[in-house]
């Protein structure tokens, strides 16, 4: 069956730095998302991306962030210059219409 | 703004027992709901997805009820096994302009012990 997948699994990187995650969503999907799960936290929407751009965000994803489809496979997030608080798991999901969500394994990222 | 709640946090039984886990979301206006399980340090899996218009979905041992205008839906585990352990987590979807964003409950972490 086709999955999402995500690299790197774990991510390390000092505060300021910035940080690219990587998805490949499933081939024949049109819409792709990134969520979040800080350590014992609920897992959060971040964005939305639909026909090559943003279709809805929430208050979490500000000018730190930002998303690319930079070619017909990878579905990246990118978070400019990294806080603490911007530890958590990050998972890449993508889906059809009407159909369930699937979501890849996660990137771990860890600011120190 | 539509919150997700799910009861108990976390549940132990015997291998072999049925079992009854819960969601409750706040605002009835939801396109569909979705159960997921969650294994450590692994991604989310949909087990069942039920659109706002219907009662309920079975998938094998699980089946997932909605009732929007109480604001519930339940998971039941039948005949439940060691491979059942896991977190399970309730997400409702918010209708939107062309795509749509899950709203997840914290989960209930089930052990079924052999």
């Known amino acids: 069956e086709p999955e999402v997948t995500q690299t790197p699994s774990h991510q390390v990187t000092q505060m300021g730095q910035e940080v690219i995650l990587r998805c490949v969503p499933i081939?024949?999907?049109?819409?792709f998302y990134w969520y979040r799960q800080i350590l014992g936290q609920k897992v959060e929407f971040l964005v939305s991306f639909y026909n090559n751009e943003i279709s809805e965000k929430s208050e979490i994803f500000d000018d730190q962030f930002s998303v690319e489809r930079p070619d017909g496979s990878n579905f990246t997030l990118k978070i400019r210059s990294t806080k603490l608080e911007d530890s958590a798991m990050y998972f890449c999901?993508?889906?059809?219409?009407?159909?369930?969500?699937?979501f890849g394994n996660g990137t771990r990222l860890t600011v120190t | 703004k539509q919150e997700v709640t799910q009861i108990p946090a976390a549940l132990s039984v015997p291998e072999g027992e049925n079992l009854v886990l819960n969601c409750s979301f706040t605002d009835s206006a939801i396109y569909n709901l979705q159960w997921f399980r969650q294994d450590p340090g692994k991604g989310l899996t949909s087990l069942l997805l039920i659109q706002s218009s219907q009662r309920e979905q079975t998938s094998g041992r699980l089946n997932a009820s909605l009732d929007k205008s109480s604001g519930r839906s339940t998971l039941y585990i039948a005949a439940s096994q060691p491979g059942d352990s896991a977190t399970y987590l309730c997400a409702v979807t918010i209708p939107g302009a062309g795509s749509y964003q899950l709203t997840f409950g914290k989960g209930t972490k089930l052990s079924v012990i052999p």
């Open positions: 999901a993508s889906d059809r219409v009407d159909s369930p969500l699937h």
């Open positions: 081939s024949n999907h049109l819409y």
